[in-house]
């Protein structure tokens, strides 16, 4: 029942001339006929007619708690007038608050945070922890995941189309434990031998770091098979290096039966990276770990100016209210099951789908042309985007060959809104 305000800005046209003028070329459009959105309502966007669209794709998994949630825009307002700037050299509690809340949510000895501005700055700085810590340099990923775009991350990241051709040392790409196309099925053992491999034949034989993402979230929502986390987390530890868990969109309650998703796998991490849902959309990551890994950075000053800014904080603080106060990992749990069913009803109906995984309120459904050969449905994945889109409904796509339906809607999702999602797939 919500109504925006009017709008009064440029046209949808204008904002296209301006961004082909003086934005980026890597800066694509997500429809042929984009969309010029201008509010947001928990779960809905508006573009500048006022026509509703249910967001089920959250910003790229990072509308945790909704569109404006008002306690989040309360907080962001509230410490905007008070002091919008200082510099983390000087105290201030807004800061040291978040820190201590978001160190409750972490399980063991993980309780030391850094703050930056993004997730892939997370992951540079998990990076050059793990390297400083164990005096190595190699570092483990896995094929088709993502952990960012500047120099270390790029190296992490492991998908072509987001990797440029610049050097990118000392970062090995394992087997994909993935389920639905990897030769060893959902086998999660036979998948972690192969960094057993990697080790031996690849390295000195001792590693800084293995880093993973306990979903793949651009790489396609692909689950990692079972039994592979715990024991690539066992091999990597008896090489000397550090386990990183890239929670970056599969934190902050967003796949339901636990806070962070590394928890489904029974493993704990020495450094966790988080960005996306920490600040329901603004800027902000975190690195958290333990104080021994944590004292390698004081060898040298390590700070940013952004990082650990009172606005951001204050922001991250209210969404892990938030995210307790409203239950929001519940509903990302009972909604996601339910959503997750419906989907595979689908899945029963139309051929095309070949598959339909994730947890809570991070899923994804796979097109393909022949199920059997699993051949990659690129045109159809984009036409039936652009077809909810015309009917307000918007999600996401990724996946390495594009294919793949990515749904990370606002953790506040109902189940109607679950319900209308799939009617308006199935038309
Ligand atoms: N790690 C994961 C798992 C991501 O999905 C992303 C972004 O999509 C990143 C890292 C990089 O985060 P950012 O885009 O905030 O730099």
Same mark, same amino acid.
């Given at each position: ?30 429809? @042929? ?13 508006? @573009? ?56 409750? +949510? ?28 164990? /005096?190595?340099? @190699? ?56 960094? @057993? ?162 947890? /809570? ?12 050969? +699993? ?21 996401? +796509? ?30």
């Amino acid at each position: 029942d919500y109504t925006p305000p009017p709008y009064t800005g440029p046209s949808a046209d204008e904002i296209i001339k301006k961004r082909k003028a003086f934005l980026s070329p890597s800066i694509f459009h997500f429809y @042929d006929n984009p969309l010029n959105l201008v509010d947001g309502k928990m779960q809905y966007l508006f @573009d500048e007619k006022g026509r509703r669209y249910l967001d089920a794709f959250g910003g790229i998994a990072t509308v945790c708690c909704g569109h404006c949630h008002p306690e989040v825009v309360n907080a962001i307002v509230s410490q905007t007038k008070r002091l919008q700037h200082s510099t983390i050299l000087y105290l201030n509690h807004a800061i040291a608050d978040f820190a201590e809340a978001l160190a409750s +949510k972490l399980p063991g000895d993980l309780k030391v945070v850094f703050f930056t501005n993004s997730g892939t700055e997370a992951n540079e700085l998990a990076l050059l922890m793990a390297r400083l810590y164990t /005096g190595c340099h @190699d570092v483990i990923s896995i094929r088709n995941g993502y952990h960012g775009n500047a120099a270390g991350t790029m190296g992490a990241t492991a998908q072509s189309s987001y990797k440029f051709n610049v050097v990118q040392t000392g970062v090995h790409h394992a087997q994909n434990p993935d389920q639905y196309r990897g030769i060893f099925g959902s086998d999660g053992l036979k998948y972690a031998r192969d960094v @057993d491999d990697m080790i031996t034949y690849g390295t000195s034989g001792r590693v800084a770091a293995f880093i993973a993402e306990a979903i793949q979230g651009v790489g396609g929502i692909m689950e990692l098979a079972p039994g592979y986390l715990p024991a690539v987390y066992s091999t990597i530890r008896k090489a000397g290096g550090l386990c990183i868990a890239d929670e970056v969109q599969s934190g902050f309650a967003r796949t339901g039966n636990h806070f962070w998703g590394f928890e489904a796998h029974g493993v704990l991490p020495d450094i966790v990276t988080m960005a996306k849902g920490i600040g329901n959309g603004i800027p902000l990551g975190a690195v958290v770990t333990t104080p021994a890994i944590a004292e390698v950075l004081t060898q040298r000053s390590y700070f940013n100016t952004f990082g650990g800014n009172p606005v951001c904080t204050a922001a991250g603080h209210a969404v892990l209210k938030a995210i307790d106060r409203e239950n929001l990992q519940q509903n990302a749990f009972n909604v996601g099951l339910h959503l997750k069913q419906r989907l595979n009803s689908l899945k029963e109906k139309y051929e095309i789908i070949g598959d339909v995984r994730g947890r /809570g309120l991070m899923l994804g459904v796979e097109l393909v042309t022949d199920r059997q050969l +699993k051949t990659p449905a690129k045109t159809e994945t984009l036409h039936v985007m652009d077809q909810m889109k015309e009917m307000g409904v918007l999600i996401g +796509k990724g996946g390495f060959f594009g294919n793949v339906f990515r749904i990370t809607p606002p953790l506040c999702f109902t189940k109607d809104d679950a319900d209308f999602l799939v009617d308006v797939m199935d038309y």
